[in-house]
């Protein structure tokens, strides 16, 4: 199993980013896949996620400057950053798991995203 995260780097304030998660090794199409992030000194917390029938979910801060969107037949998952702000600086995680609900029983490595005022 593999979660490859791709995307993340420097960015200005105001600009955007799309990561990347690209799966391997699991049935894909049966599973949930989020982001999460952690920045320096805090914990590691849901941004999306986006069920195996489309449902998704976007924490508060990111509502209507993130999107989250999966291509099945490629098993990658994407999230679209938008109007980033120095508050959305972390490592970004994807993770991976069966159903809509419960823990996530895969993860990846994280890539950095750096949002500079």
């Known amino acids: 199993v593999q979660l490859v995260e791709s995307g993340g780097g420097l960015v200005q304030a105001g600009g955007a980013l799309r990561l990347s998660c690209a799966a391997s090794g699991f049935t894909f199409d049966d599973y949930t896949i989020g982001w999460f992030r952690q920045a320096p000194g805090k914990e590691r917390k849901g941004v999306s996620c986006m069920s195996s029938r489309d449902g998704t979910y976007y924490e508060d801060s990111v509502k209507g400057r993130f999107t989250i969107s999966r291509d099945n037949a490629k098993k990658t998952v994407t999230l679209q950053m938008n109007s980033l702000k120095p508050e959305d600086t972390a490592v970004y995680y994807c993770?991976?798991?069966?159903?809509?609900?419960?823990?996530?029983?895969?993860w990846g490595q994280g890539t950095q995203v750096t949002v500079s005022s």
């Open positions: 993770a991976a798991r069966r159903g809509v609900s419960g823990r996530y029983d895969y």
